[in-house]
């Protein structure tokens, strides 16, 4: 396979609303013909690594839900904003203050969070509320270095319930409050 005649070595795809749709209930539905796409591009000898702004599922739970959908994926080819963000906080010694989704907290075992330089924000859903928010502009506060991270800056996401805010209204609220701006770490 070749674009532009030179040989493609390897491609970027996304998962949500690439591979599946979403749903606030099980895995979703399958986007058809990307199965055998991927199954293509797999014989075909490119490598695919899979992207995703998902900051609510872990690598391993976006893999068993793939893998139920129908792909043949391995799972270290699925690049979460949780995991780009722990290596961030390995290679800068962070300790971060989390709002995260309760699901992706196993991404971030081992991180030490005690007397936090930094605040990470992620899709908390149901944990979004003026208490944690509070607590996390608190952080924010406690020194003019302190920084503010963000799994993504999403307005929103779509469901089949509907459309749902995503967790970019959060980080701009925090944003404002603190007039810290926040470093996305996630796919644009």
């Given at each position: 396979m070749s674009l532009?005649?030179?040989?493609?070595?390897?491609l970027l795809c996304d998962i949500t609303g690439v591979l599946?749709?979403?749903?606030s209930e099980g895995d979703g539905v399958v986007v058809p013909g990307s199965v055998d796409a991927i199954n293509r591009l797999a014989k075909?000898?490119?490598?695919v690594k899979f992207v995703t702004n998902e900051s609510a599922r872990t690598r391993a739970s976006l893999?068993?839900?793939l893998t139920r959908l129908g792909y043949t994926i391995n799972m270290e080819d699925i690049l979460t904003p949780a995991l780009a963000m722990?290596?961030?906080?390995?290679?800068q010694e962070l300790r971060p203050h989390l709002l995260v989704n309760k699901n992706v907290m196993e991404d971030f075992s081992g991180v030490e969070t005690e007397d936090p330089n930094c605040v990470v924000l992620g899709d908390a859903v149901e944990e979004f509320n003026y208490a944690t928010l509070n607590t996390a502009f608190q952080v924010l506060?406690?020194?003019?270095?302190?920084?503010?991270?963000?799994?993504?800056k999403g307005k929103f996401y779509k469901e089949d319930s509907g459309l749902n805010l995503d967790v970019g209204p959060f980080t701009a609220a925090l944003e404002f409050a603190s007039d810290?701006?926040?470093?996305?770490?996630?796919?644009?």
């Open positions: 532009n005649g030179s040989p493609v070595q390897g599946a749709e979403s749903s075909a000898g490119i490598k893999h068993a839900k722990v290596v961030l906080i390995k290679n506060l406690k020194s003019s270095s302190m920084q503010l991270f963000s799994l993504g810290k701006k926040a470093v996305v770490c996630g796919k644009p």
